[in-house]
């Protein structure tokens, strides 16, 4: 059920309401073009440096498809957050330790988004911009404050992970009943409780939030946010049943609600295999000091699935000690590489000469990487990551095979789902206050580029491509999810319409009234 045939007429509304963080930005904007490619019209709320960074790529999305998209770049400006330096309005220019502040501040949106509301609920048919009212909020799962903007005006709201469903599922069972403080050894296993399948993991395993005190506020906050994710009226997530249905068939039990798995919400061409210019990143990052073209050149002199691409995302960066063990470990494997690699002034952790040592084997970008031409290329045969999970769903959807070393957050739960449930990849350090073993870096770049298990990894990963491509194909179960999606939007739209028929109705007629319900218009 498509609403492109509506053209210019009555159409479902929906309004998008990312967290602040570039990891959360970019998958809802995909999000707001599946949809909007869908006949539907999507509002895209956010504050002005980051509708301004985005307009270009929604101005191209616009200009690019036929029919037009109505995608609308709502920008809130955000009041001063005490803690983050001026002009902050994403996590972008953050370290990671004041992400919780950004967190705990973004409900300072609430009452922007609340006035901006209230003039969508007025808006006469007449005006100059027309448009139905809103019939659903789409929240993040860290912006729990839309569910109470939302119910002022009794518009429903509908929460999008930009993480896996395996993984959610892990971390609302660390939250309600928090197993880690029933053992004392960082390495003993237990299992995860409440789950409707097993799982196993360590202290050691976990990410920082389930580690520290819980008298700490912050991390506190961040649970708090993670449980209320669950309240709307139901959740979407970023990933394909087929890959993903421990994950996805719990969090239905947990919640009671529908969940849709959409995914891989992900560029279209991803799966296209039309060339890899066409699967080209946008620039979300800092400038490189590589061009596409010279990247696309060193990685055409290179064999089939004989480079490891190392890139730790947007928010995540090394210490000294962290960046030198991994260099060691690359140097040593002699394998050939790509590391992008954040700029930090001069102190950047690598050993001294390691560039010119390398240089015929390796290349160093510093800063942006165009990541999804990198995948995508024929000679990367492994991708070195934090678990992040647009760049998993990347590799995933490329069929590549992962390194993983993750970070914070959900990503040391994602770990485990590649390297033991979905058998994808090879664990070099868990979680992000460790320090990787060169011996242990060697021997997985090793592993995935030149053995036979490496081979069977990416067989495996490839399948998984298989299935993702099928999943958003016509009857796979993303598109089949997808459209039980609009169909309640539709629901929600016609009801709105219905109740936007009685209060015309009323005004015309009734001044006021007790109105005749037989003669009630059901219809605008």
Same mark, same amino acid.
Not at 355 to 363: V, Y
Not at 460 to 479: D, F, I, P, T, Y
């Given at each position: 059920?498509?609403?492109?045939?509506? %053209?210019?007429?009555?159409?479902?509304?929906?309004?998008?309401?990312?967290?602040?963080?570039? %990891?959360?930005?970019?998958?809802?904007?995909?999000?707001?073009?599946?949809?909007?490619?869908?006949?539907? +019209?999507?509002?895209?709320?956010?504050?002005? *440096?980051?509708? *301004?960074?985005?307009?270009?790529?929604? #101005?191209?999305?616009?200009?690019?498809?036929?029919? /037009?998209?109505?995608?609308?770049?709502?920008?809130?400006?955000?009041?001063?957050?005490?803690?983050?330096?001026?002009? +902050?309005?994403?996590?972008?220019?953050?370290?990671?330790?004041?992400?919780?502040?950004?967190?705990?501040?973004?409900?300072?949106?609430?009452?922007?988004?609340?006035?901006?509301?209230?003039?969508?609920?007025?808006?006469?048919?007449?005006?100059?911009?027309?448009?139905?009212?809103?019939? =659903?909020?789409?929240?993040?799962?860290?912006?729990?404050?839309?569910?109470?903007?939302?119910?002022?005006?009794? @518009?429903?709201?509908?929460?999008?992970?930009?993480?896996?469903?395996?993984?959610?599922?892990?971390?609302?069972?660390?939250?309600?009943?928090?197993?880690?403080? #029933?053992?004392?050894? #960082?390495?003993?296993?237990?299992?995860?409780?409440?789950?409707? &399948?097993?799982? $196993?993991?360590?202290?050691?395993?976990?990410?920082?939030?389930?580690? !520290?005190?819980?008298?700490?506020?912050?991390?506190?906050?961040?649970?708090?946010?993670?449980?209320?994710?669950?309240?709307?009226?139901?959740? +979407?997530?970023?990933?394909?049943?087929?890959?993903?249905?421990?994950?996805?068939?719990?969090?239905?039990?947990?919640?009671?609600?529908?969940?849709?798995?959409?995914?891989?919400?992900?560029?279209?061409?991803?799966?296209? %295999?039309?060339?890899?210019?066409?699967?080209?990143?946008?620039?979300?990052?800092?400038?490189?000091?590589?061009?596409?073209?010279? !990247?696309?050149?060193?990685?055409?002199?290179?064999?089939?699935?004989?480079?490891?691409?190392?890139?730790?995302?947007?928010?995540?960066?090394?210490?000294?000690?962290?960046?030198?063990?991994?260099?060691?470990?690359?140097? /040593?494997?002699?394998?050939?590489? +790509?590391?992008?690699?954040?700029?930090?002034?001069?102190?950047?952790?690598?050993?001294?000469?390691?560039?010119?040592?390398?240089?015929?084997?390796?290349?160093?970008?510093?800063?942006?990487?165009?990541?999804?031409?990198?995948?995508?290329?024929?000679?990367?045969?492994? &991708?070195?990551?934090? =678990? %992040?999970?647009?760049?998993?769903?990347?590799?995933?959807?490329?069929?590549?095979?992962?390194?993983?070393?993750?970070?914070?957050?959900?990503?040391?739960?994602?770990?485990?789902?590649? @390297?033991?449930?979905?058998?994808?990849?090879?664990?070099? =350090?868990?979680?992000?206050?460790?320090?990787?073993?060169?011996?242990?870096?060697?021997?997985?770049?090793?592993?995935?580029?030149?053995?036979?298990?490496?081979?069977?990894?990416?067989?495996?990963?490839?399948?998984?491509?298989?299935?993702?491509?099928?999943? @958003?194909?016509?009857?796979?179960?993303?598109?089949?999810?997808?459209? *039980?999606?609009?169909?309640?939007?539709?629901?929600?739209?016609? $009801?709105?319409?219905?109740?936007?028929?009685?209060?015309?109705?009323?005004?015309?007629? =009734?001044?006021?009234?007790?109105?005749?319900?037989?003669?009630?218009?059901?219809?605008?």
């Amino acid at each position: 059920m498509g609403y492109g045939s509506h %053209g210019g007429g009555s159409r479902p509304h929906v309004v998008t309401v990312p967290f602040l963080g570039q %990891g959360h930005l970019i998958p809802f904007l995909e999000l707001a073009k599946l949809l909007a490619s869908q006949g539907l +019209i999507v509002s895209y709320v956010s504050t002005p *440096a980051n509708v *301004a960074r985005l307009q270009p790529q929604v #101005d191209k999305m616009v200009q690019s498809s036929n029919p /037009a998209l109505d995608i609308r770049l709502v920008s809130l400006p955000l009041p001063p957050i005490e803690g983050l330096p001026p002009g +902050i309005e994403s996590s972008e220019n953050i370290p990671l330790h004041m992400n919780g502040i950004l967190m705990k501040s973004s409900h300072k949106l609430a009452p922007q988004l609340e006035q901006w509301l209230e003039l969508q609920m007025n808006r006469s048919k007449s005006d100059c911009f027309p448009s139905s009212p809103p019939v =659903c909020l789409i929240s993040d799962m860290f912006t729990s404050w839309v569910h109470d903007s939302g119910a002022k005006f009794g @518009v429903p709201t509908v929460v999008f992970h930009t993480s896996g469903a395996f993984a959610m599922s892990v971390m609302h069972s660390f939250i309600k009943y928090t197993p880690q403080n #029933d053992v004392e050894a #960082d390495d003993e296993y237990f299992d995860v409780p409440n789950l409707s &399948f097993d799982f $196993k993991l360590r202290k050691s395993d976990l990410p920082v939030i389930f580690r !520290c005190a819980e008298t700490n506020p912050m991390n506190n906050f961040v649970r708090e946010e993670i449980s209320r994710s669950m309240e709307g009226q139901g959740v +979407i997530f970023n990933t394909f049943y087929e890959m993903d249905p421990l994950g996805v068939d719990h969090i239905k039990s947990l919640t009671g609600r529908p969940v849709w798995s959409i995914g891989p919400v992900l560029p279209k061409n991803i799966f296209d %295999g039309e060339g890899i210019e066409r699967v080209t990143a946008d620039k979300r990052g800092k400038a490189a000091d590589i061009g596409e073209a010279e !990247c696309l050149q060193w990685l055409d002199s290179r064999n089939p699935n004989s480079v490891v691409f190392v890139c730790f995302g947007s928010q995540s960066t090394l210490n000294e000690e962290q960046t030198e063990a991994l260099a060691r470990g690359l140097e /040593a494997s002699q394998q050939a590489f +790509i590391w992008a690699i954040k700029l930090r002034g001069h102190e950047t952790g690598l050993p001294e000469g390691f560039e010119e040592r390398t240089k015929e084997r390796g290349l160093v970008i510093w800063g942006w990487a165009p990541q999804l031409l990198i995948l995508s290329h024929p000679s990367v045969g492994a &991708f070195l990551s934090h =678990c %992040g999970w647009n760049s998993t769903l990347e590799s995933i959807s490329l069929g590549v095979p992962m390194i993983t070393w993750p970070m914070f957050a959900e990503q040391p739960f994602t770990n485990k789902f590649l @390297v033991n449930q979905l058998q994808i990849a090879e664990q070099i =350090c868990s979680n992000m206050d460790g320090v990787a073993d060169e011996k242990v870096v060697k021997r997985a770049v090793i592993k995935l580029l030149a053995e036979e298990e490496g081979e069977n990894m990416r067989r495996r990963a490839q399948e998984l491509r298989n299935k993702a491509k099928m999943a @958003v194909e016509e009857e796979g179960s993303a598109h089949a999810n997808l459209h *039980a999606f609009l169909d309640y939007m539709g629901k929600l739209h016609d $009801k709105a319409t219905i109740k936007q028929g009685v209060k015309e109705y009323d005004a015309q007629y =009734c001044n006021g009234s007790k109105r005749n319900h037989t003669h009630l218009p059901l219809s605008a």
